[in-house]
């Protein structure tokens, strides 16, 4: 089983800049991609970004330039460098792991942005 736990969610400004944290635990050695989702009230949970074993990174086109994702798959920590934020990215974040047999998210972190 793995454990993922998300932090550094919080509350900002239009443009400003959080870095949220993802930490995994448990037996995390099989997880082959980890990534970053988000879900709005009333909106389906969506991809920010996401980060393969051998590095290779994806963006939804909605973060296209703002957003990076760091880190190591199967490491601690993994991290969503979210600069320039706007209103709509206000939503709760999950950080994702993905295994050959599992599944496995975190319980969020919320991310509010005021204008």
């Known amino acids: 089983q793995v454990r993922l736990v998300e932090s550094g969610g919080g509350l900002v400004q239009a443009g400003g800049s959080l870095r949220l944290s993802c930490a995994a635990s448990g037996s995390i050695f099989r997880i082959n991609v980890m990534g970053w989702y988000r879900q709005a009230p009333g909106k389906q949970r969506e991809l920010v970004a996401s980060?393969?074993?051998?590095?290779?990174?994806n963006y939804a086109a909605f973060v296209q330039g703002r957003f990076t994702i760091s880190g190591e798959v199967a490491k601690n920590p993994m991290y969503l460098q979210m600069n320039s934020l706007k209103p709509e990215d206000t939503a709760v974040y999950y950080c994702?792991?993905?295994?050959?047999?599992?599944?496995?998210w975190g319980q969020g972190t919320q991310v509010t942005v005021s204008s």
């Open positions: 980060i393969t074993s051998g590095g290779n990174t």
């Open positions: 994702n792991a993905d295994s050959r047999f599992m599944t496995y």
